[in-house]
């Protein structure tokens, strides 16, 4: 019997797991031996001094422990090499040597382009999205993706009862890379007042201004929700300037961060205090919801029944609320338009 692969790339997300174990019922169902490659792409370069060290044997009684836990269990890294032709014909050819007649990439935009190169190789991929950002247009969500906004609501929820308690507004950052959705559906699950997202330009001063004006009306514990990718999409502003006057230890080209904008907005807003949180990792190591775990599954089933079909380069999403599979190349040329009503709604534009 040929054997089926399944690797984890790119950033981890919670559901990876679970996609593993529901690959392999599907392996198993099928009677076929399932492999797993460990961190990525790397475990193709054939770098190992043993099999073990890039390769796992996934039966049943490995897995099925694995399903619920956070994290990857085959681990996952980038791998810069894989970019390389030369490269990937050697993966493919190992590939081949190992008579894999499929492997399961799980992953984001990256992994999926990675997964077309071999399918062109002749190595039959299927994509699964994993990647807490949302940022695959082609799909209504991404594993881990619910997980992660679930973690950052009762982040937030947690940080307005305090905000309330010392009427404090409070700046929040969430992950999501490029892409403003973590940022915009914490913002509108917790009622939070102003929410800055990387699709849109913005200022350090509309925002403070925003700011002032929530306290000039009495709201002196508002939350701004801030997005990772924002500091590359913020206009110019000189924080060292700024706060050096006010004896801040700042240094001169230092970044803007979720810290130096509470101080920033502090000082313009006259508040005796901004504080600052950045919800950072544990969006990305939690414990998947149901939702993830169930997308995680049918996503899981979905692949290893399109490898039995015979077919591949093809990646699988959800789409009005149902899963369904699409060709790689389509899927990531997509374009979803960002959604300004709900950023217009939480703003009060
Ligand atoms: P995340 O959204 O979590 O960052 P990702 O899959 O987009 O996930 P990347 O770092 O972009 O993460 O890509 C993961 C890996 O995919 C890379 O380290 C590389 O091995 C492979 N990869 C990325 N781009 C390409 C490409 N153009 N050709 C071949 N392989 C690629």
Request: glycine content about 10%; charged content about 20%; proline content about 4%.
């Given at each position: ?18 996609a ?16 797993g ?5 790397n ?7 043993t099999?073990e ?10 897995v ?9 269990y ?14 990937r ?22 992994s999926?382009?990675?997964?077309m ?24 969500m ?16 947690a940080?307005?009862?305090t ?9 929040v ?25 990387p ?11 925003e ?28 924080v ?86 699409m ?6 040329k ?5 959604n ?7 703003n009060?534009l």
């Amino acid at each position: 019997m040929p054997n089926i692969a399944v690797l984890t790339s790119g950033g981890d997300s919670p559901g990876m797991n679970a996609a593993v174990v529901s690959v392999a019922r599907g392996a198993a169902r099928l009677k076929m031996p399932l492999i797993g490659i460990k961190r990525g792409f790397n475990g193709l370069l054939g770098k190992g001094k043993t099999w073990e060290d890039d390769y796992i044997r996934l039966d049943l009684d490995t897995v099925l422990d694995i399903a619920d836990l956070p994290g990857t269990y085959l681990r996952t890294a980038r791998c810069t090499e894989f970019l390389e032709p030369a490269v990937r014909e050697r993966a493919a050819a190992l590939l081949k040597e190992m008579d894999v007649a499929g492997l399961v990439v799980i992953g984001g935009n990256g992994s999926f382009t990675g997964a077309m190169r071999l399918c062109e190789l002749g190595i039959p991929c299927i994509g699964i999205p994993g990647t807490i950002d949302n940022d695959l247009a082609y799909t209504e969500m991404t594993l881990g993706f619910d997980t992660a906004i679930n973690v950052c609501t009762d982040a937030v929820r947690a940080i307005r009862a305090t905000s309330r308690s010392h009427d404090r507004p409070h700046v929040v950052e969430v992950m999501g890379r490029n892409c403003g959705d973590i940022a915009l559906m914490t913002a509108a699950s917790t009622g939070s007042e102003i929410v800055v997202v990387p699709e849109v330009k913005w200022t350090v001063d509309g925002i403070a201004r925003e700011l002032n004006r929530l306290i000039e009306s009495g709201n002196t514990r508002a939350t701004v929700v801030i997005a990772e990718g924002c500091w590359e999409s913020m206009k110019p502003f000189d924080v060292y300037q700024f706060l050096k006057p006010y004896g801040k230890q700042v240094f001169e080209g230092e970044p803007m961060s979720a810290n130096r904008f509470a101080s920033v907005l502090k000082r313009k807003c006259g508040m005796v205090e901004v504080r600052s949180t950045v919800v950072g990792y544990t969006q990305r190591g939690a414990q998947p919801t149901s939702r993830d775990s169930t997308f995680a599954f049918e996503a899981g089933q979905m692949a290893m029944e399109l490898l039995h079909r015979n077919i591949s380069n093809e990646v699988i999403g959800i789409r009005n609320g149902k899963i369904f599979h699409m060709p790689i190349d389509k899927a990531l040329k997509a374009h979803r338009p960002f959604n300004k009503t709900l950023y217009n709604q939480i703003n009060g534009l």
